[in-house]
T-cell receptor, first 114, second 115 residues
Framework: AQSVAQPEDQVNVAEGNPLTVKCTYS??????LFWYVQYPNRGLQFLLK??????LVKGSYGFEAEFNKSQTSFHLKKPSALVSDSALYFCAVRARGATNKLIFGTGTLLAVQP | DTEVTQTPKHLVMGMTNKKSLKCEQHMGHRAMYWYKQKAKKPPELMFVYSYEKLSINESVPSRFSPECPNSSLLNLHLHALQPEDSALYLCASSPQGKESGNTIYFGEGSWLTVV
């Protein structure tokens, strides 16, 4: 069965510090991996995705994520956090061939303190 | 332009009412989705339309009835809902093809309250 785990319900970081939001996955074969962000009372916004190729993927708002096949992880990172980055972050995975089904993690609330 | 537009933004309905949520996209996407999201939880897939045909129904109760009038529009008809159906309903769209790496783009959602 496919699954995505986000082990931290909440991550707290000071503004200006680097941030990491963790994601691990379980899927047969090579996956497609996505990160979405949801600001309060808003819909989900696409941040970045890994399809193939370079393991380091760059996305919107200065975020990047590193695909690690051996550790089945796809952690989201940013070198310097902003207060405006405070939001709910979802990792998602889609197995190759499962064209329309996206499996979401439980979400991680990122709180950036000024 | 990666915009999915949903109306209304907020809807309050009684348990005997009939109402509809509407969704529109002009990105040429041929897959459209309805998700339900409770507060601080991940979205739950309800329905998927592919080339205007219903391709996935995640065992959703019949009080929710989807409709895809054309390739740009998606509706969700609501009837005899329960208070536990109160949630954020998200519409989404994506290119449709054999390639599973297509990005799904979400609208801002419709907040539904059933009283």
């Amino acid at each position: 069965a496919q699954s995505v785990a986000q082990p931290e319900d909440q991550v707290n970081v000071a503004e200006g510090n680097p941030l990491t939001v963790k994601c691990t996955y379980s899927v047969s074969g090579n996956p497609y991996l996505f990160w979405y962000v949801q600001y309060p009372n808003r819909g989900l916004q696409f941040l970045l995705k890994y399809i193939t190729g370079d393991n380091l993927v760059k996305g919107s708002y200065g975020f990047e994520a590193e695909f690690n096949k051996s550790q089945t992880s796809f952690h989201l990172k940013k070198p310097s956090a902003l207060v405006s980055d405070s939001a709910l972050y979802f990792c998602a995975v889609r197995a190759r061939g499962a064209t329309n089904k996206l499996i979401f993690g439980t979400g991680t609330l990122l709180a950036v303190q000024p | 332009d990666t915009e999915v537009t949903q109306t209304p933004k907020h809807l309050v309905m009684g348990m005997t009412n009939k109402k509809s949520l509407k969704c529109e996209q002009h990105m040429g996407h041929r897959a459209m989705y309805w998700y339900k999201q409770k507060a601080k939880k991940p979205p739950e897939l309800m329905f998927v339309y592919s080339y205007e045909k219903l391709s996935i129904n995640e065992s959703v109760p019949s009080r929710f009835s989807p409709e895809c009038p054309n390739s740009s529009l998606l509706n969700l008809h609501l009837h005899a809902l329960q208070p536990e159906d109160s949630a954020l309903y998200l519409c989404a769209s994506s290119p449709q093809g054999k390639e599973s790496g297509n990005t799904i783009y979400f609208g801002e959602g419709s907040w539904l309250t059933v009283v």
